[in-house]
């Protein structure tokens, strides 16, 4: 099926097109110039930003991917989780077109999508794989027997995600926003053994992650270098925070896979795009015997295909449409593929 993706649910507008798990376009703009004096996303920016790019941005990936609203099977939507507000607009903007192309109507989820955006790259997700889901907002491991209709979690943060941690660290050494990119690029010419900063949660038993303790511990190893006068070794404490979220986040994903008998490990979410998270898990998978699959990092961001893929896969499915008065849900639960 032909589908159009449309995901407004931080400060990316993204248009994605898909037929099948090819990908046809993929468009995105985003407003976050707007918000980095503020060191987060404002909401009411990213929700006007949205406003304004929505159509220009539908038209440039109808362009790219060379076909017409009217080829269309289908509109998916992120119905959520998200900035209530700049979900709307996009939802809003689903509606439209749906009712005056007549053509159905997906609501889905955000989480759900960052995982079955894989399919893009790699074909057909493995039934079950399991999923470690990393970025600004949620860190979970799931157990994902089928993408469309059974997304089951078995972990998650019971603090902060992943990836606002690597944003909070970034603000601590003063990187700027967001932070997870410049991390990464800083901790290249730093020591990951330099400093022991604590894994949290790691010998508990649980799938759950928690990395408040992490962050507060980066602050308080950096303000004491500063009271001391000492200059802060930036990529050193970079790369050691990296370190230890990454330590934590392949190990817990690993042992859901030995535990549940699953030989494949799917990552998806911002912070997949995290280049030691990624060699990380390629070592480890390799040595456990685990097959793993990441999108290339620009599909691992917030994007417009990666709705359209998860749009896809329902059509594909043979589900039901969403009714055209669904809600923007800014906090569906993961479990919940569609409206
Ligand atoms: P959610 O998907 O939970 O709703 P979101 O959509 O805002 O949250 P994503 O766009 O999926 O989040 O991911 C953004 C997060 O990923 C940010 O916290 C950002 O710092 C982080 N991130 C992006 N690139 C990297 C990287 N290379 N290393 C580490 N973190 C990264
Ligand atoms: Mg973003
Ligand atoms: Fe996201």
Redesign the pocket.
Known sequence: PLVLGIET??D?TGIGIVRGHTLLADTVASSVDEHVRFGGVVPEVASRAHLEAMTPTIERALAEAGVALSDLDAIAVTAG??LAGALMVGVAAAKAYALALGKPLYGVN??AA?VAVDQLEHGPLPKPCVSLLV????SSLLLVPDVARDVRSLGSTVDD?A??A??KVARVLDLGF????I??RRAREGDPRAIAFPRGKIDDGTYDFSFSGLKSAVARWVEAKERAGESVPIADVAASFQEAVVDVLTRKAIAVCKDNGVDHLQIG???A???RLREMAAQRCEKAGVRLRVPR?GLC??NGAMVAALGAELVAAGLEDSRLDIPADSSLPVTTVRL
Do not use: Q, R
Request: glycine letters at 24%; aromatic letters at 4%.
């Open positions: 649910s931080c990316e989780p998200g955000h989480l960052h970025s600004g907002g949620h995600a990836g606002e690597f944003d967001p932070g997870g990119p991390i990464d979410g911002g912070v795009a995290n280049s990092p961001t917030d």
